[in-house]
């Protein structure tokens, strides 16, 4: 694919192509899209001195100016909308609605923090000393390096680009190798709006030449992550050796659960697309399922049946419902889920296994298991793909108390009529995020993390441009 070639990788206000590069493998052919651009570590030292020296032009530019700015990016978005929602189906494979949607909530992002950044204010605290007066500042925190991973190509990037820039940070964005060229789309149109020379910079590489830099300079005073946890914890040790502000989203595994008194059909119309949707490869997506004995066998008729329903294949056909998982890999990971939960006594009421249907790409049957048990694999860590695990229970302290059973706490979801019950469910359940009767927990406006291991920090909100802003106390006595 050209646009890997077209654009390469981003410093110093430039696109620069690199001697060495990667294939882009698609999910659904297993052929190569296109070879993008893999930055050697002077490539991403000079990604770096070019963000230091903008650090001072892109703050002294002013929140009103850099608020104009994004929203010309966003503009610019927009008018990319086909083009990038193209490249995220071809890079990741899910449904082109769904890459769709994701660029919509990508442009929302910078249209939200080019308002933030507007709002940037401080306050003015009266000193017990005579004439004096204390003023707090919130000046911008310094360089940030942003790494980001490949299931949301679009949206990530925005989460972190869009709130860095409005508070007056240069930003060093490393994507995923696997979807580089959906990040390539949104750097491109930062460049045609004419952002500061190192205000944006882009790298693509293995984690030596690019992440190692990032995290060994002590000019990059901000790190924010989207990935597992094991490689948040690594960056948590790595970011000690500098003192740099840490943000990240890290992985989940999220119950819902079905009180007595859920209306049934309409939460089974939201839960499964919600439940396959990028074929199960989404953090917040619900993986352990909760359902009061007296609604379970219709839950799981009701889940099989929608569940069956669902199309296979390539996301640029428009009448596809779920698309191949990423690699290869993701695939054994399945079987290997679905392996250990079948030695455990676990029932597959459909799928649970490749889709056979298709001679290449990493398709995997949406699957429903039932007669699971907390201890087995699919409920104990985050399956990633597309397994529901469904049990059932017959007590509420029995159902909070089984959903926190875990040390992830990104996200979790309840259905029911009853607002007491939601309100103390909301209360109980430990998540940085909880939805009741819904899924719509991603929004610019609202703050989006998690707690325990999923992460620190938030994403959204008037919350999250805090993490890129320090503190700045004066007492000041005339």
Not at 49 to 61: D, F, H, S
Not at 117 to 125: F, Q, T, V
Not at 361 to 386: I, K, Q, S, W
């Amino acid at each position: 694919m050209s646009i890997y070639v077209d654009y390469g990788i981003y410093s110093q206000g430039g696109w620069r192509a690199c001697s060495t590069t990667v294939d882009v493998i698609s999910p659904v052919t297993e052929a190569a899209i296109g070879a993008a651009p893999v930055a050697s570590i002077e490539d991403t030292l000079a990604a770096l001195e070019g963000a230091a020296a903008a650090r001072e032009t892109l703050e002294v530019m002013g929140g009103f100016a850099r608020a104009d700015a994004l929203h010309r990016a966003a503009d610019r978005m927009v008018e990319r909308r086909d083009e990038a929602a193209r490249i995220i189906t071809l890079e990741t494979g899910k449904p082109i609605a769904q890459s769709t949607r994701e660029w919509g909530l990508a442009c929302d992002q910078f249209r939200w923090y080019a308002e933030e950044s507007r709002r940037i204010d401080g306050r003015i605290i009266d000193s017990r000393v005579p004439g004096g007066r204390f003023e707090v500042h919130h000046p911008p925190v310094g360089v940030v390096g942003a790494f980001t991973a490949w299931n949301f190509p679009a949206a990530l990037p925005a989460r972190k680009l869009a709130p860095a820039l409005a508070a007056g940070c240069p930003v060093v964005l490393r994507p995923s190798s696997q979807t580089p060229g959906t990040a390539m789309i949104m750097v491109d149109c930062l460049h045609e709006i004419g952002l500061p020379a190192g205000a944006v910079s882009l790298i693509v590489g293995p984690t030596a030449n690019t992440y190692a830099p990032v995290m060994a300079d002590a000019r990059v005073r901000k790190v924010s992550l989207t990935g597992s946890t094991r490689v948040g914890q690594q960056m948590i040790r790595d970011a000690a050796d500098t003192v740099k502000k840490v943000s990240m989203e890290l992985g989940g595994n999220a119950p819902l659960i079905v009180y007595e008194d859920a209306d049934l059909d309409s939460a089974l119309d939201v839960i499964v697309p919600t439940k396959f949707a990028n074929a199960g490869q989404v953090c917040v997506t619900p993986d352990r399922f909760f359902v009061h004995q007296s609604l379970y066998d219709d839950f799981v008729d009701g889940f099989i049946a929608r569940t069956r329903a669902i199309k296979l294949g390539d996301g640029l056909d428009t009448d596809i419902g779920m698309g191949p998982l990423i690699n290869a890999n993701r695939v054994t990971e399945m079987e290997n889920i679905v392996a250990d939960a079948l030695n455990g006594g676990a029932r597959v009421e459909c799928g649970g296994q490749r889709a056979m249907a298709f001679e290449r790409g990493h398709f995997f049957e949406p699957t429903v298991l039932t007669r699971v048990t907390d201890d087995m694999r699919v409920f104990a860590e985050e399956n990633f793909g597309p397994i529901a695990a469904i049990t059932a229970f017959r007590e509420e302290a029995e159902a909070i108390e089984r959903a926190n059973a875990s040390p992830m706490g990104l996200s979790a979801y309840a259905f029911t009529r009853d607002a007491e019950r939601a309100r103390h469910t909301v209360s109980a359940l430990n998540a940085g995020m909880v939805g009741i009767n819904s899924f719509a927990l991603a929004a610019s406006e609202a703050p989006f993390g998690g707690t325990n291991f999923s992460g620190m920090g938030r994403e959204g909100g008037v919350e999250g441009i805090m993490d890129y802003l320090d503190t700045k106390l004066a007492q000041i006595v005339f």
